[in-house]
Structures are given as structure tokens and as C-alpha cells.
């Protein structure tokens, strides 16, 4: 989604200006732009497309400002234009939005934007147009801000600065993440801490209702009603590396290789060495009290609820529901005063989620959030929060995300299960041996997903692939569909295997792709005879299983990929590498921006 930064310096900010949009462009964009302030006017530069074109255009002239904001525009309001993109500029003001405006209509009609000339489709120009007109009123540089602000219904985070003002970038929140940064040379403010990772030292994830006036030496804070306020500012903790590709040609490719690090580093987190034990006490939650678990998420994120939901059945024997968060406060649904809800998000900022999240809390339900970015808004507004250690995913399709929400969801089940007693001890130390294996497993699973480098070569001409699974690969096929239409482009479903027959086997025509995720167990032979079924109309199968299956079965397979023997408990965790693998080679195949793909974004801050 958008991404804005702001950035009041001693030196020349357009490089870092570029430098923090680029560490920005994994949220997703389709324009650009930058305004500096120049000694007698502010410098302004707009391109449609990526980052690049904006690099050139400042080659052909280059501004030297010390104070400045930047834009990517992923569109919502407008198509990706060089006229929607941002900043939206008057004479007065410059301005870079991130979020929706609401009332945009209502706002036009107010008398006092009657002169005011729109160039753009874009629901952001209208902020401009607020706070032109109040400056032209002779409203003080802040109170042109409150009095906007005061006005707006919707989310925002803005990034300004006043024509007559040279050395100021105001900034305001609500609703969507804004994150002010300091460090020796000057002040910025930006979407996220990735993006300040070069400007700042300190970062302060500023509140809903804030707004914040950056200069030089000082970064004042001020609330709703205006007084000044005191924040904190925490390191950074980011060093450039967490995000940079290192060797490999993709992020996506260096998180999917991150799979065991993500993993091992979550599972940590609940292993009771000296006990052999998996808890996760150190978590101030009576879990007896619960009568039943919420899992809300989306895309991914929703995908490890669905698998968690078998986790916590399995092994907790308690109910589980699970709901798309865009779904969940719209069905207005009947919630136990005892129910624990959790919120699953990568980002800790998607919007859909946050407003479910809100939405649970208003009702007075317990929340607990498993977040991957620390101090994001999902981690900092619920009850509790659980970290998913995967480390900065940049990528816009989810990987090691995936296998660490596994990891904390997992954990949380066994803990539930030995205090439920559903589970004995024994068996929670069991699993807890199994577990420590997951990182050795996951780098051996690395290693032969190599060879899916060919399959991927014969599929790039499909019409679709279908994916088929039950019992927890039932999910995973649902996040293999995922990954590969999101990357490749080519269509993708999703289906339990059992329910082919169903109808989606009137799909199945000569040469259509169909993954199974086929692991050892009581389902084997019930998804064999399903992949029969595929076979017998012309599907081509590519089975997924593991070392110890049986070769029959295996007959008119078009290829068998196995991987090495796992435990139960953490089959998914390792049967995910394959899946994400797959997506991965074939959109390199098929030449397409597998880091960015097409009119998505990492981090989906608009409902
Ligand atoms: O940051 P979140 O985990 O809340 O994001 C949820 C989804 O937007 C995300 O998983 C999305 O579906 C990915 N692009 C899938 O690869």
C-alpha cells in the first residue's frame, strides 16, 4: 500500500528521500513522488510506474533541499497516474497521504473549497485543498493541521509541508501506521521503521489522533487536544542486512531459505529445555477460562488459522472457529464472553484485521494478536501479543510468515492441550523432541525443492493448477493456490480432495496441472484413490509426500516429489517449502515481478 516518508535534514534529502521509498516499494505501488523544499519554491517531481522513473527524472535536474517528502501511491481513489500521484500540491502547501478519506463528496461541498481548482481523481487532494484553505485564512502552520484533521473521516497518515516554512514537515495519524524517527543530522517521519532504517536511530510509533511537527533539531508531539506529549522511542532495530536480498536474486527466494531460521527462532520462544517441555506460560493468560478459540486473519495469515484450527482441535479439544477478517464484524457473530480471539498478521498493520481486532475489543472479548512486526498497530492494541520471529519479510507473498504463525499456533496448542490435559505430559515432551528437529528438516526440504525448478518449467503454459489436500493439507493447498496466482498470474484453486467429486472435477481436462499434498497417514490411501480419480480423467498429478510412502499408488503419476520423513506434528510446517518453492520457479519462469506483483501490496492498510 502507500508508502510516505518525510525527512528535514542538514544535508540534501532527495537521496534519502528515494533511498527510504525504496526500502518502502516491497508495500506495493503503481507512482511516485517527491517535493523538496528549494530556496525560493518547493521542487516537485510525480512518475507513474516505479521508483526508477523517478530516479531519472531527478537526474535531469536535481534538487539540493534539506527538508522533504516522498510518495508511493498504490491506487485506490484514481488510476496510477502521473496527475493522482502524490504529493497533491497548491501554492500553500505539499502534501503525501497514506489511507482513505471517506467523506470525500461532503468535503467538496464545503463553501469554503468552493474556489478551489482539483486536478486529480484522488481522495487525498482534498486534505490539500483543507489545509490551503486554512492557511490562506491565516491559520497557524499546526492549527491549519488540527483544523483539516478535524474534518476528515477516515484513515491517514500525512506528510506535509508548508510553502512558508521551510525547515517543518508536519505529520498527523489516524488509522494508518506513522512512525517519526531521530537520529544526529535531523528528523524523518515514514509508513514504517524499515523505511527510517537509514535516517533514523530512535523511532516512535506514534497514536491515532497525533500529529507531529519535525525540524531539524527537535520533534515535538502533540495529541488530540493539542497538548504536547511525551512518547517512546526505541532503537530501531533494524540493521540493513534484515533487508537486503544478500546472495540470492529475489527476497522472495531468501525468505523461502529462511524457512528454518523463522521457525526455529519462534519455536524457541516456548521450549522449556531443562523440563523437555513446550509451554508458553510466560504469557499472563489463565488459558483454562476459555470456552472456545476465534482465529481471524487474511490471506495467508488466514490459511494458518484454518491449519491451526486442527492443531488446536487435535490436540486442545477445544472448538475453534475461524473467519476472513474482512468477513468477521460484518456477520455480526455470536461470541462467547469467554471466547479468546486472535488476530494473526505478518505486518501487525493490515486493516481489515485491526478493524476486527477494534471490533472484538468493543464487545469486551479477550485478544491476544501473533504479529511478526514488532510494535506494529495489531501488537500494540491488543490484550496480549505473541511475536512470530521470521524476521523483516519484504516479499509480497508471505513465506516464512506462514511457517512461523505455524510455529506460534502449534506451540499454543500443545501448551493448551497439557493444561487441558488432553494431552499428557509425555506426549507435550514428544512433540516438543519433534519440533527441535523442524530447522534440519526444513533446510533438507530447501535442498530437494531445487528440482521443482523443472516442474515449474513444464507448467507456465497452464490454463490453471488446481491444488488438492485433506485434514491440514486441505489449508496448505489453499496457500499453494495462493502463492502461485498472486506471483505467477495463472489462475489457481485450492480444494479439500474429497470434495472433487463434488464438482471442480469437471475442471480436470487432458494436461491440467494438480498438486496433491499427499503426506503419510490414515488419509493416504483416500487421497491416492482420489488422484486416481484426477488421473483417470487426464489430470497430470504432481504428488507431494514424504520418503516413507509407499511406491504403488504412485502409478501414472506425471512426477513424485518427496520429502524427507517428518513427524506429524510439523508435516505442514515442512510440507510448505515445496509449496512455495513451486509458486516461486514458475513466476521466475514466466519473467514476472515476483517480489511485486502486479496491483498487490505487502502491507494492506485500507479495508
Ligand atoms: O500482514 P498480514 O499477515 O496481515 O497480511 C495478510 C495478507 O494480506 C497476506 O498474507 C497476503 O495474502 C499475502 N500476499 C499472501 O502471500
Redesign the pocket.
Known sequence: MCGIIGITSNENVSADIIGALRKLEYRGYDSAGIAIHESNKIFQRKVKGKLDNLVKSLELEKSEGKTGIGHTRWATHGKPSERNAHPHSSPYVSLVHNGIIENVSDLKNLAELEEYSFESETDSEVITALLSHYRKEGYAHIDCVKETISKLVGSYALAIIFSDQKESIFGAKNGSPLVAGINNSGTSLGSDSIALSSVAEKVCYLEDGDIVVCNKNILEIFNIAGEKVEREFVDIGFDETDISKGNFQHFMEKEIHEHPQAVGETFKQFIDHDKGLITVSDFELDFTSFSRIHLI???????SCLVAKYYFEEYARIPVDCDM?SEYRYRNPVLDKNALCIF???????A??KAALDYSKSLGIKTLSI???KNSS?ARESDLCMYTKAGAEI?????K??TA?LSVLLSMAIHLGTINKTLSENQNKEICHEIMKAPTLLEEAIKRSYSLKETAQSIINAKGVMYLGRGTSFPLAL?GA??FK??SYIHAEGYPAGEMKHGPLALIEKDLPVVCIVPPGELFHKTVSNIQEVIARGGKILMITDDDTLQSGSENIWQVFRLPKSPKSIETIIYSVPIHMLAYYTAVELGNDVDQ?RN?????TVE
Open positions: 486473519a487474511c490471506g495467508t495469515a488466514y490459511y477478517a494473526v498478521s505478518q505486518s501487525g498493520e493490515t481489515d484485521t504479529v511478526n512486526v495489531i516479499g509480497v507473498a508471505s513465506t510468515a506462514f504463525q496457500e495462493l502463492k498472486e506471483i506483483p498487490l501490496a505487502k502491507s494492506v
